[in-house]
């Protein structure tokens, strides 16, 4: 490296003595021909040099620039079709248009719940449409469970999507082969317990709604496992009629007393409704969820502490216009029985065979498709970090995958 840098620091010392030598040697071509004859050779030898050296030099600059620009690249959240204008997938491209590849884009929400509430009015599609399941997961960061879910979810490509939302600074760190790998959706700020989580949820929504093959949508949390192996998953949700949205009236200061009067007329007492967060919706349902503004708008300025939006929004919004698609009830398990604020968290000593079976069959009988089945939980919360080995370890003989 030194030794082609004084090389060329040579070079362009040789070029300027041959450009103040130039009228000198014009003399001396008068003077003495046969001398003036190797003097004009050797002249152009050093001058041609010099062009080459100009023309180096001048690329090397016009290169600079152009890394240059790296430092004031396109905004990391660009939409795909500007991106990739000229390859195939543009903005006009079926296949960008039914599945866009990547999950970054620069809509603001207002834009991007817009796009997501388009419905086309044709009911066949013009390609084999394979419905799937959007896994949804929201969560502030990692996802320590996720080496359970890649297994439940191998096998299964073109079944099952997968979004992800973080904090916005969050950047996930899996292998490439993992399902999470790229699955990262433009994230806000979410606070437990504000508008911001129903904000993260219908961000979601809104994210998996593009794509078009996703039939079913299923928000779940850092610390929720899948019940079943993805084929039994799949099914239910796919056959099902109804939605699987936690929907019921609680006459306590922790359902209707967090309802407020300044919401009438618009929404009544009696449809105030309360449930679990971790909803499974059909697309139908969700595209409703992400078109409304109107009683998004009143839960934002009237649902705050102690009313908690995540808990209310859907279930009251669905309870008004879509009861009909819900079944009501939510098909993730959880234990609120030692009581208190939080449901129990279940950690490595907890994870057994049997506990698995007595979460699968509880002793609750619900209905799918107006049929009673004791198969009512597909998903169960809240599972600790320490949880993964032992659930590892059970995968190919309880959970099946
Ligand atoms: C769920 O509640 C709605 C009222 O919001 C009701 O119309 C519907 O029948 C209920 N669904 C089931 C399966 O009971
Ligand atoms: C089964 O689990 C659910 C928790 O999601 C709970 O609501 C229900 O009471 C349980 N059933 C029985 C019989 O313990
Ligand atoms: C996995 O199971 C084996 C045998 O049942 C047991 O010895 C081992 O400790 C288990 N590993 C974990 C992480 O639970």
Redesign the pocket.
């Known amino acids: 490296m030194k030794a082609t840098l004084r090389i060329q620091a040579e070079e362009t010392d040789r070029l300027t003595v041959a450009i103040i030598d130039f009228p000198l040697m014009l003399q001396a071509l008068f003077r003495d021909w046969s001398v003036g004859l190797v003097k004009v050779v050797s002249f152009f030898l050093v001058f041609i040099c010099g062009i080459i050296l100009g023309l180096a030099a001048s690329a090397h600059v016009t290169r600079y620039f152009a890394t240059k620009n790296e430092f004031f690249p396109v905004p990391r959240n660009s939409p795909n079709c500007v991106k990739e204008i000229v390859e195939i997938e543009s903005c006009l491209s079926m296949k960008g248009f039914i599945k866009p590849e990547k999950l970054l884009h620069s809509m603001t929400d207002e834009e991007l719940f817009w796009r997501a509430s388009m419905v086309p009015k044709k009911r066949e599609y013009p390609y084999k449409r394979v419905p799937k399941v959007a896994f949804m997961f929201l969560t502030r960061g990692p996802l320590p469970l996720a080496p359970f879910w890649d297994k439940f979810f191998q096998g299964h490509e073109g079944h099952y999507s997968v979004y992800v939302h973080t904090l916005p600074d969050y950047r996930l760190s899996v292998s490439t082969t993992s399902a999470f790998y790229g699955r990262q959706i433009p994230s806000q700020e979410v606070k437990w317990g504000t508008i911001n989580m129903a904000d993260g949820e219908r961000r979601l929504l809104a994210n998996a709604l593009l794509d078009f093959s996703n039939e079913r949508f299923v928000l779940l949390s850092e610390s929720c496992i899948p019940m079943y192996n993805f084929p039994t998953v799949y099914n239910y949700l796919i056959t099902s009629k109804e939605s699987f949205v936690d929907s019921y009236d609680d006459p306590s200061r922790y359902g209707r007393g967090r309802y407020s009067r300044n919401m009438a007329p618009d929404i009544k007492l009696h449809q105030w409704r309360k449930g679990s967060q971790w909803f499974e919706a059909h697309r139908d349902v969700a595209v409703n969820i992400v078109s409304d503004s109107k009683y998004y708008t009143i839960f934002k300025k009237y649902c705050k502490p102690s009313c908690y939006p995540d808990e209310h929004y859907i279930p009251t919004y669905l309870n008004m216009f879509y009861g009909s698609l819900n079944s009501n009830r939510s098909v993730t398990w959880v234990d609120w029985s030692r009581g208190g604020p939080h449901p129990a968290t279940f950690g490595?000593p907890d994870?057994t065979e049997d506990f698995i079976f007595a979460i699968r069959n509880n002793g609750t009988t619900c209905f799918h498709n107006s049929e009673p089945t004791s198969l009512c939980y597909l998903f169960a919360r809240k599972f600790a970090p320490s949880a993964l080995?032992?659930l590892?370890?059970l995968s190919s003989t309880v959970m099946e995958f």
Do not use: S, T
């Open positions: 490595g994870i080995g032992p590892l370890n």
